[in-house]
């Protein structure tokens, strides 16, 4: 298993980790991402361990709590071997301060991650959103407050707009506060925005990238093709509810190039569509996904093998998108832009 530093960080982890969004379906819009149990989770991780992924990523609000309860039950007796990322500032109630990144909000959403999780500290913390209405100095402090009690490591970001996140890296400077070290973002090639802002902002503030989503929502599982509706999976089940819309036309024009690398490799389009991934500047890791045994197996068969520049170039052609402005605009001065810092 390949592993890239996190970051500017000294921490270094595996390139691929388990997503646990499908363990416990505690709600109606989590059941449709999955309802692992405990002991499916614990044989999962054993899978992921055998493979060299030791990285487990999760979120206090992945069905209410029970995501992070199934994770430090299929976890315990190896903690040490682990890493854990979790993250909070979505609602965890009814409460008007049960809710955001405050410090009132943070400092109790983590230490009841903790007991969740069955464990003392957790190795990576992200914000897994922007509170414009806490002040940016009050959150930092708060997690740099927990950084040196010795509960959580490392922190991050995910799902900041780039203005956010260095404004964040901007007050972390000026006030020697911990600092966000990782992107978590949603990120495919059926949804490359990325690219526009937030990866040129990475490479410039050494900031890493870790990928949610990577298969589009659902979309990139070799189910869908053209002229073939999905019928199983994910989303024939209703489960790009909360997603990004995606047109028929450039799925099927992406699946397309898809399917004909796959073809070349010997790998499934979804092993071809996590491999891109890893040719991307900032990623340092892919968080996959899985219902099952056969999907997490499949999914760990992306590592290993390599892309030819022509095959991505291939698959970066066929999903290209114009960006919005200015990005489109930027593009015409390369000479001054050149890639990556333009996309």
């Known amino acids: 298993m390949e592993h890239r530093q996190l970051g500017r960080s000294g921490l270094k982890v595996p390139v691929l980790s388990l997503g646990t969004g499908t363990f416990g379906g505690g709600n109606a819009f989590f059941e449709r991402w999955g309802r692992t149990d405990v002991a499916e989770a614990t044989r999962l991780v054993d899978i992921c361990l055998e493979a060299g992924v030791n990285f487990f990523d999760t979120a206090d609000v992945y069905s209410g709590g029970a995501s992070e309860e199934i994770l430090g039950q299929a976890l315990k007796g190896r903690r040490d071997k682990v890493l854990i990322s979790s993250k909070a500032t979505f609602a965890m109630g009814e409460g008007p301060n049960q809710v955001g990144s405050s410090r009132h909000h943070l400092i109790r959403s983590c230490e009841d991650s903790l007991r969740r999780l069955g464990t003392d500290h957790i190795d990576l913390y992200f914000m897994h959103a922007f509170d414009a209405l806490t002040p940016v100095e009050e959150t930092l402090r708060a997690l740099d407050d927990l950084i040196r009690a010795g509960k959580i490591g490392y922190i991050g970001a995910s799902n900041f707009s780039g203005w956010q996140l260095m404004k964040s890296l901007a007050v972390s400077e000026k006030y020697g506060l911990g600092r966000y070290v990782v992107y978590q973002a949603y990120y495919s090639l059926i949804g490359r925005d990325y690219e526009w802002e937030l990866m040129p902002l990475g490479l410039d503030q050494g900031v890493g990238l870790m990928i949610w989503s990577p298969l589009g929502w659902g979309r990139l599982t070799g189910k869908i093709r053209r002229g073939q509706p999905a019928t199983e999976g994910r989303i024939a089940t209703g489960g790009a509810v909360g997603g990004p819309e995606v047109e028929d036309e450039y799925l099927y024009t ?90």
């Open 254 to 343: 992406v699946v397309d190039a898809l399917e004909a690398v796959a073809e070349e490799v010997g790998k499934t389009i979804p092993q071809v569509a996590l491999n891109w991934l890893l040719t991307r500047p900032t990623v340092c890791n892919v968080v996959i996904g899985a219902r099952n045994e056969e999907q997490l197996r499949q999914n760990l068969g992306a590592v290993g093998w390599s892309l030819t520049p022509a095959q991505v170039a291939r698959l970066e052609a066929a999903s290209q998108r114009t960006p919005a402005y200015p990005y489109w605009h930027q593009r015409g001065f390369d000479e001054r832009n050149p890639k990556p810092t333009r996309w």
